[in-house]
């Protein structure tokens, strides 16, 4: 077995484990979901103490570029999931499956929203950075070496998706609403469709913190989505908005086929990537 296959073996039988026995264990806490977020740290960190050699610790870890703010994507890393997640409550309302809530248009309430937004999107980052360092900062450069960059970030999401199987299939804590023989397979299918958007941010930077960014801009859109709109059925939502929703997926799935198609990181050769010093660890073509 080839090192980087090893390496990411190690890795999915970890933190799928650890995600299978948190959901069993705790199937109706929802303390659930925070210790699944620290999951693919905390493989990580078994990794570098149990299965990396003393001298490669540090090296491990500069790997994941958390020196490295990448913030000429900041932009792009909160507005995209924005849009799209907006489309997708957008097109509930459209569709009659949700009313808009009223508003405070008010300045205070302007102000107060977005004092809002920016304390969530920094409350949330801390907390989904340990989960980007696992899936974009670790797994991602290994699935690299074994096949192409686009390959490996359709690989790389769908891996993520089937992470989340064991809190939508056992625990009743997340993604609760709808039916789970159409909730499952959606999930999974849009969170791989974000992963190439995830995949891109960290090839064009070569750090975690722009995917944790995009990652908490996906998380507290789904919140404030859910809590501008009024539904009168919050299955019928879930089949059209939120993380399990068609309009999520089909938005999502658009941008993430476009950015395959045409994100100019994905066409550049490595050895021009090479010397944009972009990439800690480079992978096989």
């Not at 056992?170 to 469709?193: K, M, Q």
């Not at 395959?260 to 050895?271: F, G, H, N, S, Y």
Request: proline share 4%; charged share 15%; glycine share 10%.
């Amino acid at each position: 077995m080839s090192r980087p296959l090893r390496e990411l073996t190690t890795y999915l039988v970890l933190a799928y484990s650890m995600a299978i026995g948190i959901a069993v264990a705790l199937p109706h806490a929802g303390i659930n979901r925070l210790l699944s977020v620290l999951v693919p740290a905390t493989a990580v960190l078994v990794i570098t103490f149990a299965f990396t050699a003393r001298g490669k610790r540090r090296e491990l870890w500069r790997s994941f570029g958390l020196r490295n703010s990448g913030k000429n994507t900041w932009a792009i890393a909160v507005g995209v999931p924005m849009v799209l997640v907006g489309l997708a409550y957008g097109a509930a309302i459209a569709l009659g499956v949700a009313d808009l809530r009223s508003f405070d248009i008010t300045p205070f309430g302007a102000a107060s929203w977005g004092l809002n937004a920016v304390v969530t999107l920094a409350f949330m980052g801390v907390i989904l950075l340990g989960e980007e360092i696992g899936w974009r900062g670790y797994l991602l450069p290994r699935v690299q070496q074994l096949t192409s960059r686009r390959r490996a970030a359709v690989l790389t999401g769908f891996l993520h998706g089937c992470f989340h199987l064991p809190l939508i299939l056992i625990a009743t804590t997340y993604d609760e609403h709808g039916s789970r023989w159409l909730v499952a397979p959606v999930a999974v299918a849009t969170i791989t469709a974000g992963g190439i958007f995830y995949a891109y941010l960290w090839d064009r930077t070569g750090s975690v913190w722009p995917v944790t960014l995009a990652h908490s801009a996906v998380n507290w859109m789904f919140a404030a989505g859910a809590a501008a709109v009024v539904a009168g059925s919050e299955d019928e939502l879930a089949y059209v908005a939120g993380e399990s929703g068609f309009a999520t997926f089909g938005a999502v799935a658009l941008v993430g086929a476009v950015f395959l198609a045409r994100a100019k990181v994905w066409r550049q050769t490595d050895a021009e990537r090479n010397v944009q010093g972009t990439r800690a660890l480079e992978p096989v073509a």
